[in-house]
């Protein structure tokens, strides 16, 4: 069964930091998959953030470039977000994703996780 756990979220003030994780379980092999972290607003789309496919190339959103890192740890299952540089407009919940197609082609998603939420005060 595979599960998705993201920890890591809560509230910050703008210019801070924080580093989202996700505990991925069930995924075999876990580095084959497309990772990725989306973020849903309230009264927004769900809007990706980041993804890392299995060959470790990264793709971020334009609006997190320069501020936020995706990467992996292949032997621990674990998928990452840092974020730096937080604005209030990053409030939101974080979801962790896994698709087994590779990035430019996934699906969006095989397995999501129950989010984590992240709120930034200015």
């Known amino acids: 069964q595979v599960q998705l756990l993201e920890s890591g979220g809560g509230s910050v003030q703008a210019g801070g930091s924080l580093r989202l994780s996700c505990a991925a379980s069930?995924?075999?092999?876990?580095?084959?998959?497309?990772m990725g972290w989306f973020r849903q607003a309230p009264g927004k789309e769900r809007e990706g953030v980041a993804t890392?496919?299995?060959?470790?190339?990264?793709s971020y959103a334009d609006s997190v470039k320069g501020r936020f890192t995706i990467s992996k740890d292949n032997a621990k299952n674990n998928l990452y977000l840092q974020m730096s540089r937080l604005k209030p407009e990053d409030t939101a919940m974080y979801y962790c994703?896994?698709?087994?197609?590779?990035?430019?082609?996934?699906?969006?998603?095989?397995?999501w996780g129950r989010g984590t939420q992240v709120t930034v005060s200015s």
């Open positions: 994703a896994a698709d087994r197609r590779t990035c430019s082609v996934a699906g969006w998603g095989d397995y």
């Open positions: 069930g995924l075999l092999p876990f580095s084959r998959y497309c």
């Open positions: 890392i496919d299995s060959d470790g190339a990264t």
